[in-house]
T-cell receptor, first 113, second 113 residues
Framework: EAQVTQNPRYLITVTGKKLTVTCSQNMNHEYMSWYRQDPGLGLRQIYYSMNVEVTDKGDVPEGYKVSRKEKRNFPLILESPSPNQTSLYFC????????????FGPGTRLTVL | GNSVTQMEGPVTLSEEAFLTINCTYTATGYPSLFWYVQYPGEGLQLLLKATKADDKGSNKGFEATYRKETTSFHLEKGSVQVSDSAVYFCALSAYSSASKIIFGSGTRLSIRP
């Protein structure tokens, strides 16, 4: 089944404790992206990747890192999480750009205390 | 810069009512326009898209027409069902930067039986 998977689905952590949210897709898509969803703000793009080893900042990249060492994986890293990073995070992929249909993962709800 | 503005929710309708969710955009160039739908507890799914002026996207009884003169992409459905209850997001991908996607804030739709 074609899908985007994220792990974990739920995470409660404390300020400053490094964490990684994994994202994997099995559709051989070149483009992958991370979003955060906050009430009243919709989805905001954090980082995106056009292909392996090619990443770029979205609209809200501060406090986040990403890597794209393999085509299928695009982990989101929070080196020192803060409470303002409490949010619902979505990973998405598409064939070769954001102009194509994006397939979204199920989401990761993160709480930083 | 590029932006998307959606009508604020929540929107509550009775089954079989006519639905309109307004979406207007600001963009340089000729963006592609999308409607995504998010059912409870799930990631977003593409509902429909239009890539050039006067194109009409349609799917599952929903329609939206790309109006360049009014910079709008309103979502409509002639007769809504309880199963249409979800959050709807309007989004654009600017031609000049197909990698970056801008989402609206989302409109929550609830349908009463």
């Amino acid at each position: 089944e074609a899908q985007v998977t994220q792990n974990p689905r739920y995470l409660i952590t404390v300020t400053g404790k490094k964490l990684t949210v994994t994202c994997s897709q099995n559709m051989n898509h070149e483009y992958m992206s991370w979003y955060r969803q906050d009430p009243g703000l919709g989805l905001r793009q954090i980082y995106y990747s056009m292909n392996v080893e090619v990443t770029d900042k979205g609209d809200v990249p501060e406090g986040y890192k990403v890597s794209r060492k393999e085509k299928r994986n695009f982990p989101l890293i929070l080196e020192s999480p803060s409470p303002n990073q409490t949010s619902l995070y979505f990973c998405a992929s598409s064939l070769n750009s954001g102009n194509n249909e994006q397939f979204f993962g199920p989401g990761t709800r993160l709480t930083v205390l | 810069g590029n932006s998307v503005t959606q009508m604020e929710g929540p929107v509550t309708l009775s089954e079989e009512a006519f639905l309109t969710i307004n979406c207007t955009y600001t963009a340089t160039g000729y963006p592609s326009l999308f409607w995504y739908v998010q059912y409870p507890g799930e990631g977003l799914q593409l509902l429909l898209k239009a890539t050039k002026a006067d194109d009409k996207g349609s799917n599952k009884g929903f329609e939206a027409t790309y109006r360049k003169e009014t910079t709008s992409f309103h979502l409509e459905k002639g007769s809504v069902q309880v199963s249409d209850s979800a959050v709807y997001f309007c989004a654009l991908s600017a031609y000049s930067s197909a990698s970056k996607i801008i989402f609206g804030s989302g409109t929550r739709l609830s349908i009463r039986p």
